[in-house]
């Protein structure tokens, strides 16, 4: 046992949780003050969320709940889409902290927890504009903390806190199942571990996780419209050899995806430290993390893909990255563990300070001013009718006119055999407006008639006079015979 048992242990991590609650309320605080516009996938949660729904699109809906319950309690606004975002990240680092405290010191464990820092896709991505994912993340940590449990003290109750936290994490993103599947095969694959998983209440576990998931995982498979349409991501830029390009994209995707990681251990060799193994548990993680890359180019190869994102990678990183840093600082002494701490904490107000650069100067997304959009929109076309588009406009108009009516950004099929008006928002041609309505189900698009043709111009917040480009198509719908 290695949880903290001193009152100076405990002292200590209570601090160390106070600092990290610390830093996500100055996160919140900070998005509270700057406000401007959502980013992409912030507007879409205002989309998806205004109603409850067991999936939406290709998306699991735990994050859904979540963000719907802050939505329905406070109202859309900037708080109640930023607060449970930077509460499920504190939650990241806190349950980190708590599985590897299990079997490591406790300082250790504070290292390796804050590694996830060095992560860019968590860090600042995530940060910045991340929704699902960061259920995602929440779910890999609490996912750690029971699998390190379950090794440590393999009781009934383990396995059931095993399989919670494996039937919510699949309700979190759906590339979370490599998760538990490469933790268990690791632990299968080493004696000391496969003495706790070989138990008929592993079975117990995965009953569980199958009940919570059923649910949700039927609804998305009796809706597959909707559910497989963003597969057309996976076979993007593949070339003559789509397999041999998606393999190339997951070691480019590693990379870029633990560049700062990779950059602060190589400062700590140069500094003298050296790696030296931990226990069972920590390998166990870091074999995982290996058997989880292995998987990924498995599934590359059998389905010919060719693309990946380094977010989607994300959990393998968060299974290695505590462990390697842990073994960097085994033995690096109070001084050495003092210099990476400052170097942390340096690296935190970094990342406050640009986020609130980029929401205070620039023409980006989150300093366009879409209240403007929304007036122009009521001069231009009086009374407006349901609106088709990127959920970047639409989640944003939301914002500002809850009262309007928004098809939600997959296919819905919800224009099927309905008349009247459409309007249909960035289409810079006619092309593309019918392509948004097919999408949600009118057979004909070229059946429809075009009632106005209208381009906005948008300004941003912090720029003299720039603004930004949006066509739109005011459309009649022919009614279904």
């Known amino acids: 046992m290695t949880e903290p048992v001193s009152a100076e242990d405990r002292r200590a991590a209570r601090l160390f949780l106070i600092a990290l609650a ?6 919140v605080a900070l998005r509270c003050a700057l406000g401007g516009a959502f980013e992409a996938d912030e507007a879409e949660m205002v989309i998806l969320n205004r109603a409850w729904h067991l999936a939406a699109g290709s998306q699991t ?6 963000q719907a319950l802050w939505f329905q309690v406070f109202g859309t606004n900037t708080f109640a889409l930023v607060a449970p975002k930077n509460i499920l990240l504190f939650g990241t680092y806190a349950a980190m902290f708590a599985g590897l405290r299990r079997v490591v010191p406790q300082h250790l464990a504070m290292v390796g927890a804050l590694s996830l820092i060095l992560l860019p896709n968590l860090s600042w991505w995530a940060q910045r504009t991340g929704s699902h994912t960061i259920a995602l993340v929440f779910m890999v940590s609490v996912t750690v903390w029971a ?31 490599l998760v538990p599947i490469a933790l268990v095969a690791a632990g299968l694959s080493m004696p000391g571990p496969r003495a706790a998983l070989r138990d008929r209440r592993l079975a117990l576990a995965a009953a569980i996780a199958a009940a919570l998931v059923a649910l949700p995982y039927g609804w998305m498979l009796l809706h597959p419209g909707p559910t497989f349409s963003d597969t057309w991501e996976f076979y993007k830029d593949g070339g003559r050899l789509p397999w041999l390009a998606g393999l190339g994209r997951v070691l480019a995707e590693t990379l870029a995806g633990t560049a700062p990681l990779l950059i602060a251990l190589a400062i700590g060799l140069a ?22 890359l292995v998987l990924v180019c498995a599934v590359i190869v059998g389905f010919n893909a060719s693309f990946v994102r380094a977010r989607w990678l994300l959990p393998l990183f968060m299974l290695a990255g505590p462990v390697l840093t842990i073994a960097l600082f085994r033995d690096a002494g109070r001084r050495g563990i003092r210099n990476y701490l400052i170097g942390i904490a340096a690296l935190a107000v970094l990342l406050l300070a640009g986020i609130a650069d980029v929401r205070l100067r620039g023409a980006g997304s989150d300093s ?21 588009g990127p959920h970047y406009y639409t989640g944003n108009l939301a914002l500002h006119r809850p009262g309007w009516s928004y098809l939600p950004p997959y296919p819905s099929w919800q224009l099927s055999g309905r008349g009247g008006q459409v309007l249909v928002l960035d289409a810079p041609d006619r092309a593309q407006a019918d392509r948004w309505l097919a999408e949600h189900g009118v057979a004909d698009p070229a059946a429809a008639t075009v009632l106005r043709q209208g381009r906005l111009y948008v300004p941003y917040r912090f720029t003299d006079g720039e603004t930004r480009q949006v066509d739109y198509w005011l459309m009649a719908l022919p009614a279904a015979n």
């Open 61 to 66: 809906p735990l994050y859904d709940w979540w």
């Open 368 to 388: 366009l001013r879409v209240a403007v959009m929304a007036e122009q929109l009521e001069a231009e076309l009086g009374e407006v009718p349901v609106i088709v």
């Open 271 to 292: 500094c003298g430290l050296r790696f030296r193994r931990g226990g069972d548990g920590e390998g166990a993680l870091l074999r995982a993390a290996a058997i989880g």
């Open 22 to 27: 610390g830093y996500f309320a100055a996160q």
């Open 147 to 177: 699998f390190l449990r379950l090794l440590q003290r393999s009781d009934t109750r383990g396995f059931v806190l095993f399989g919670l936290a494996v039937g919510l994490g699949g309700l979190a993103k759906v590339n979370y199942w």
